[in-house]
């Protein structure tokens, strides 16, 4: 007995052991391995006249909304004291330094110091379709004729909200990373720059860009439920072109519009349009719907109030929304335009080295994957990254464990030594543009007479120049082959034209390592530098870190400095070369900060914080001509219909087909309706209206101009009737605001189209 019991014991202690293994993985999974949030903001800036930010095209000014964007934000937190971090994700060109000085200001007064630059990574997704103005640095207001209040302040107030959102709603939660490739999405488009590159080097890699995408999948503890989806993958917000004139979050964009719509309608809180249950119409067919849509008229334009349009959304932001973010990584040389770039006139491939038709850069356009409908090619490039995130997200296994940790630095680019593997010494350079930088792109045209690759400027050029501000002779040298065009980085009136001062900065979560970078890496650029972090990190660390470690570049991040090519790159000087503003060495000098910022993490050890940027607010050129009051025709009130929808002789609509209705209206700039929409699709059922699209959605369009007269606002509804729409009696909606005067308050106002079936 004495003696059983005590051999036994062996095996009770194992027994013990192994439920109390796993009554630790029970509960540390249940619980999650970290604090958790996710939440998003609609972001939407000025959709009437004010130019957008990417292709510095003066003439392509908003006029209309056709998706919104949105700051999509998510938290990770060790516990609730310890170490956090923030990643906000922004439907815009970049981020931008004076953004981020503003909304460090708006946490710390918040949230005292738990919200620092050293935590808080603002990235933008590089869609070229978003309102600028809101940039500090004197080159990047200038297409937008200075600086846009509304514009930055929309930006502001979203990260803002999305941060308040998601730390009030931070929770035990679990992290999943997962990785796989993304065909057909981006190709390169310098690709005669990437085979500057050493030969030892390409033959590394399979292709001229990186395909891969990186999803985190962020699951609730207590619940078990998905909460969202985070991934990070490089290619260009051009799929909309530089004549496109409506609000549009690009490709990426349009992924996460399609990622939260597809969990939504794959869990029970669907938005209404995919759950619609159209009982009450489905006995109706043909004629009877048309009678039905018949006997319902226009409403006719009636003031509501200033929220009301926020109750006809579709998807309402009570903080429970999935978020579904698409991050931008190294997309320097990276077009969604996969078709390649062909000359406008002969249908032939443009020359190689240069881009160019003959000579001429205008000529010489990439083509979408929808080409010639670029909403089409901005669908198709969003999808692909969008079911490459499902599958990534459906099948993520690998749970990120371990550290949360952070370093962050400023440093002053325009003299950085860099030590070449101890060889020599060599200098960044204070920031400069070339003649490459003038010609633009494949997907986008820039000055005509410029080609990328341009060496040489013409004796007129450097006349002009010179006019404008004449270089150094030190800077000339260090900017070699690059031939100043630009003195971007010596010129400083009325106030600094290109920054000096950028963030770098590292988030660890785990296994995880995000490089946040204030620019566009070229393909490259990027696979170097993360190369050389995991190298630092496996190699100086505390064996935390190894071969799985997994690095990503979070690109146009906390500002916004323009391109990094190689050093080999930049010997070409095609567009990305000629656009990297410190000069040849600009890559190496990251290469070595980040370095040290590895090191750093790896050892446990702080850095300095180095030079502040400036803030220029109160420098910064504003030219505010938002609209200074208006009032209907004589007549006629806001929200009146003025053309009703087109009906066809038939008498209904198929699906496929378009609707569209013209209502009375003003300028959209009176109010964003932030969180609100100016268009809704509202279905009938049974006796009342409900809302199954609104401005978030991609078949709807809300496109505003002034009538001929040159007086009176006009805001033309168009709906492209989805495939999935059910059979019924629709109309159109439109919201809008106005005022009388410059300082007089804002009315609001609504209306509705007479009703039509679609069958
Ligand atoms: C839709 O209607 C059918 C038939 O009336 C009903 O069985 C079903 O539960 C409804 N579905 C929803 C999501 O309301
Ligand atoms: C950056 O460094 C340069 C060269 O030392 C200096 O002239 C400049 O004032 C610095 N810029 C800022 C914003 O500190
Ligand atoms: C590290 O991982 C990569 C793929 O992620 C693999 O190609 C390489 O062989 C691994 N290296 C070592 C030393 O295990
Ligand atoms: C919009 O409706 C008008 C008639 O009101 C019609 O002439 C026009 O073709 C329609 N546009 C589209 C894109 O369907």
Known sequence: MTRSKIKNRPLLSLVVAVLGFFWRTITASSNGEYLIGVGSYDMTGPAAGVNMMGYANPFQTTAGVHFRLRVRTFIVAESSQGPRFAFVNLDSGMASQLVTIKVLEKLKTRFGGLYTEENVAISGIHTHAGPGG???????????????????????????????????????????????????????RSPSAYLMNPEEERARYS????KLMTLLKFVDGASGKSIGGFSWYATHGTSMSKDNKLISGDNKGAAARLFEDWFASASTQSPSHSITNSSSSSLDVGDELIKKAQRIKATGGKLCGPKTSQGF??????????????????????TPNVLGAF????????????????GDNQRCLGRGPG?????????IIGERQFKQAVDLFMSATEQLTGKIDYRHVYLNFTNIEVDLHGKNVVQTCPAALGPGFAAGTTDGPGFPGFQQGDKKLSERWIKLRDALKKPSQYQLDCQYPKPVLIDSGEKFDPYAWAPAILPIQILRLGKLIILSVPGEFTTMAGRRLREAVKETLIGDGSGEFDNNTHVVIAGLSN?????????????QQRYEASSTLYGPHTLSAYIQEFKKLAKAMAKGEPVPKGPSPPDLS??????QVGPVGESPPPGVNFGDIKDDVNLPKSGSFAKGERVNATFWSANPRYDLLTEGTYAVVEMLQGKSWISVYD??????????????????????LEWEIPKEAKSGVYRLRHFGSSRKKKDSPNIYFTGASSSFAVS
């Open 559 to 571: 500002t916004y400095s323009q391109y990094v090519a190689t050093f080999e790159e930049y010997t």
């Open 618 to 623: 109160s420098e910064i050129i504003r030219n």
């Open 313 to 334: 959304k579709v998807r309402k932001n009570d903080g429970s929304l999935f978020v579904g973010a698409f991050c931008q990584s190294n997309v320097g040389d990276v």
């Open 695 to 716: 401005d978030d959605d991609l078949s709807l369009y809300y496109k505003f101009k002034v009538d001929k007269s040159g007086y009176y606002g006009l805001a033309n």
């Open 371 to 379: 080409y010639p409908d670029e909403i089409l090619s901005t669908k």
């Open 134 to 188: 809101y940039l500090q640095y004197m080159l990047y207001t200038i297409a937008s004729l200075g600086f846009v209040q509304q514009s930055f302040d929309a930006i502001v107030d979203a990260i803002e909200q999305s941060i308040i959102q998601v730390h009030g709603s931070l929770k035990p939660g679990s992290v999943f990373i997962n990785q796989g490739d993304v065909e057909n999405a981006g190709i390169n």
């Open 343 to 358: 000359c406008t006139d002969s249908g032939k491939p443009c020359d190689f080295q240069h881009s160019t038709c003959d």
């Open 207 to 210: 292709t001229n860009v990186d």
